[in-house]
């Protein structure tokens, strides 16, 4: 990547974290939101969604979450508008293993063939020689999925050998799958469903942390009850914040391989996101917090 003159003005909440040889902000950003309603098609607000990603590097955010299938191809060649030729210190990390079909369902493409076309199109889209890092996306819309990793995983390790991928990293996956593909190639990052009253991947992340891999959760305010959600907003409301302020704070001092990466097409609510993150939770508030996934 060349240099651009792009600099941080405000200090990012979390500090930083390692994918492999590349350093990046725990406060991401993901931009899946930049494409059209439903996640097909172009923006409404082009030149909004361009702004967003501007102001998103303006800030020093320096982990940017994107994947070919949003739009399909529409928020790649979108960061490649806004961000291009990028800045030495910003990463995109990118996402293949599905794409986008004309009713808004994401079927698997998980054949060598299909992977190979999707790191082009990747690449193309993006203006890079190279990916930094691309997760290999599993399971299906209801969450991860039994089975082996091992053809579509071996697929991008060959790509990987070729030049065209630095680090490699898995999503939507079980336990289980994660131990598979490590056996086969080093990752750096797994990307699961995760949040306060969603904890399935609680043992995961302890496990992860000590390996140095990243665990990203999305979804950070998805499958709450009323109940929990009720919890998480007297939190809220006693320190004066939101929700998902208080959702993103935790996240953050939950573990520090906990990378975020909240997506919105607003600049003011990516502003708001970045604030929320940095809210200061008292060790009774994180008590309070942890039961709601309890």
């Known amino acids: 990547m060349s240099e651009s003159l792009n600099t941080p003005s405000v200090s990012l909440p979390g500090g930083t974290w390692a994918l492999g040889d590349l350093t990046v902000t ?20 082009r030149d909004g969604a361009l702004a967003v990603l501007r102001e998103a590097a303006a800030l020093g955010i320096s982990h940017i979450d994107t994947a070919g299938s949003y739009g399909p191809r529409v928020t790649n060649q979108l960061i490649r508008e806004a961000l291009h030729p990028y800045s030495e210190s910003l990463h995109v990390v990118t996402k293949v293993g599905a794409v986008r079909d004309q009713q808004g369902g994401w079927p698997p493409a998980r054949k060598p063939e299909d992977l190979r076309r999707a790191i082009r199109e990747n690449l193309d889209d993006l203006g ?5 890092v691309v997760n290999l996306r599993l399971g299906n819309a209801l969450g991860p999925q039994p089975g082996s990793l091992a053809e579509p995983f071996e697929t991008l390790v060959d790509l990987q050998q070729q030049g065209l991928i630095r680090h490699l990293g898995v999503s939507n996956v079980t336990a289980e799958q994660v131990t598979e593909a490590q056996a086969i190639a080093p990752i750096v990052c797994v990307q699961n469903g995760y949040n306060i009253a969603y904890r399935k991947d609680d043992e995961l992340i302890d496990d992860l942390v000590g390996k140095g891999i990243a665990y990203v959760p999305f979804f950070p305010l998805g499958g709450f009850t009323p109940l929990q959600s009720s919890a998480l907003s007297a939190v809220a409301t006693r320190l004066d914040a939101t929700p998902m302020s208080v959702a993103l704070a935790w996240l953050l001092r939950r573990s520090p391989n906990i990378l975020l990466i909240p997506g919105t097409s607003s600049v003011a609510h ?25």
């Open 128 to 132: 890079l020689d190279s990916l930094g």
């Open 270 to 294: 990516l502003r708001e996101n970045v604030a929320g993150a940095g809210l200061s939770l008292s060790d009774e508030d994180l008590a309070e917090l942890d039961k709601i996934g309890s």
């Open 26 to 45: 725990r406060f991401g950003y993901g931009a899946m939101q930049l494409a059209g309603p439903g996640v097909m098609g172009p923006p409404d607000d």
